[in-house]
């Protein structure tokens, strides 16, 4: 023992499986058997507590654990855990992976092979829902559709109040929607009277269609279809009267020594202004003219001109406005502008 400390010694035994007595011990006082590794303390109603040894675990003592979960190891240093094999089918399926643990390592989404094929009567609501598919919905069928007796009924512009009924009512359905259509027959001459054109014709029906080949010039009713038509245009019989489609390529023509047309190829045509075109005596409006030589009369200064000639000017002139000409005029030197000798003179006072 060092010197300059106070030891403090409790009560003591190094008997195996000996206990202090409460006789020999106060309130609150503690007491320990050194071999067995057990403390004791006396609490204030006078009974001997247990506080380490017998009834709780040491340091170093064994910790075991048994079950699902296994292990081996000391209270001080701790238990290594195991957890039993409880899985055989260890794998992944529909995008869940486990171990042979029962825990799952990883989880992908969900691919449709995944998903294994079920029948109607595992999916819920599935007839209510394909009842309100409508039949431009469904796939096409691949074979003859049994209607088992049964009639289309509600058919927009159907033939009867209860619908199409029978292929008969169907052809008539067809063939009224045909009647409808344009019927090219031929060509016709629209100048001819409405007798001689009846035995050409015959009577029409809806959409027969006729080109024009002559008519009144100019143009003026025909006498056949009481129409004003052109060569070229197209007559349409609408069950009821002629109607006129007006020729959509109609032929173009020159004016002599005024224009020129030429073909260009699909039914396009090239106008220019003719080389012996003369022109006119007068233009109302005049464009921008981009390059070319004025062959005119002079432009007065009330058009935008300066009323002169100025080829016939000698170089160097300068011009003023005359109000009385109405144009420009050639300025008078000492007069109208100082030469290049004039003094100015302040004079004197």
Known sequence: MSSGYNTIKLKRTTTTGMAPSTSIMSTGEPA???????????????????????????????????????????????????????????????????NDKGLVTAMTALVPSDIPTLTASKISDFDA????????????????????????????NAITPSGVTTLTQVQSLISAAVAGGVNYRGTVDATAATTVL?????????GDMYKVTAAPTPPTLSPAFSLALDPGDFVVFNGTTWDRIADTNPTVTNVADRTTVTATGDSSYQVDIASTYAGQTSITTLGTIATGVWQGTI????????????????????????????????ATVGVDYLSNSSIIDGGTF
């Open 32 to 98: 320990v058997n050194l071999t067995d590794k057990r403390l004791w303390i006396l609490d204030q109603n006078g009974n001997l507590i247990d506080i380490a040894g017998a009834s709780y675990a040491l340091k170093a003592d064994a910790f075991v654990v048994t079950g699902d979960v296994s292990g081996t190891g000391t209270v001080q240093g701790g238990v290594a855990l195991t957890l039993a094999s409880v899985n055989a089918n260890a794998g992944t399926t529909s995008g869940i992976t486990t």
């Open 129 to 156: 829902q394909v009842r309100t598919s409508t039949l431009n919905q469904m796939a096409a069928p691949t074979t003859s559709l049994d209607m088992n007796s049964q009639r289309i009924v509600n058919v927009a």
């Open 299 to 330: 432009v007065g200064a009330a058009y935008g001109g300066s009323g002169r000639n100025y080829t016939l000017d000698a170089d160097g002139s300068i011009y003023k406005f005359d109000a009385t000409a109405g144009n420009l005029v050639i």
């Open 198 to 206: 009846a035995g050409v014709i015959g009577t029409p029906v809806n």
